[in-house]
T-cell receptor, first 112, second 112 residues
Framework: DAGVTQSPTHLIKTRGQHVTLRCSPISGHKSVSWYQQVLGQGPQFIFQ???????GRGNFPDRFSARQFPNYSSELNVNALLLGDSALYLC???????????FGPGTRLLVL | DAKTTQPPSMDCAEGRAANLPCNHSTISGNEYVYWYRQIHSQGPQYIIHGLKNNETNEMASLIITEDRKSSTLILPHATLRDTAVYYC?????????????FGKGITLSVRP
């Protein structure tokens, strides 16, 4: 079975632009979580979704938003990009949210 | 903030057992201990988790002390491919706190 997939793998944007990152969970998993990992740090929690509803939100500004679709895939949107948004964005899926989370390969975003 | 403390780094010889320590002195009774690892710039990989009893799977063994204030991840026969950052995470099983809170992890270097 396929694991968690994310697209694109790499992305370069300029300050002020908008970006959309996509995630497809493991088949049968209904919950998706998003994490941001800046260089040298561990991943930081951004959002968790289950059955299209937001279950949790980390300490990130309103420029960050997400949604989950009926097929349980998810998008992470970031508006008004800042240089500090450069990071590896990770998506993780789990059955319903509280179980083991399995991570995708990530999308590496560079903001110039 | 992460509820675990890990040494920043350790190394071991290829073929020998790698014992990775983790302190979680403030763990609550219903919180699990999870271990993930991250090989350079890839998504974190789930290794193992446990509540009270020792656990073993095809990748590793997890030894949790009786008072649950610390644990050790054991890779029985380390290989060069086990070189990675290993994260020990304390996680509640349900609710808004089911997110993963990563610290800086421990960098394991396996030498030939």
């Amino acid at each position: 079975d396929a694991g968690v997939t994310q697209s694109p793998t790499h992305l370069i944007k300029t300050r002020g632009q908008h970006v959309t990152l996509r995630c497809s969970p493991i088949s049968g998993h209904k919950s998706v979580s998003w994490y941001q990992q800046v260089l040298g740090q561990g991943p930081q929690f951004i959002f968790q979704y289950y059955e299209k509803e937001e279950r949790g939100r980390g300490n990130f500004p309103d420029r960050f938003s997400a949604r989950q679709f009926p097929n349980y895939s998810s998008e992470l949107n970031v508006n008004a990009l800042l240089l500090g948004d450069s990071a590896l964005y990770l998506c993780a899926s789990s059955l319903q949210g509280a179980e083991t989370q399995y991570f995708g390969p990530g999308t590496r975003l560079l903001v110039l | 903030d992460a509820k675990t403390t890990q040494p920043p780094s350790m190394d071991c010889a290829e073929g020998r057992a790698a014992n990775l320590p983790c302190n979680h002195s403030t763990i609550s009774g219903n919180e699990y201990v999870y271990w993930y690892r991250q090989i350079h710039s890839q998504g974190p990989q789930y290794i193992i988790h446990g509540l009270k009893n020792n656990e073993t799977n095809e990748m590793a063994s997890l030894i949790i002390t009786e008072d649950r204030k610390s644990s050790t991840l054991i890779l029985p026969h380390a290989t060069l491919r086990d070189t990675a950052v290993y994260y020990c995470i304390v996680r509640a099983p349900t609710g808004a706190n089911s997110k993963l809170t990563f610290g800086k992890g421990i960098t394991l270097s396996v030498r030939p």
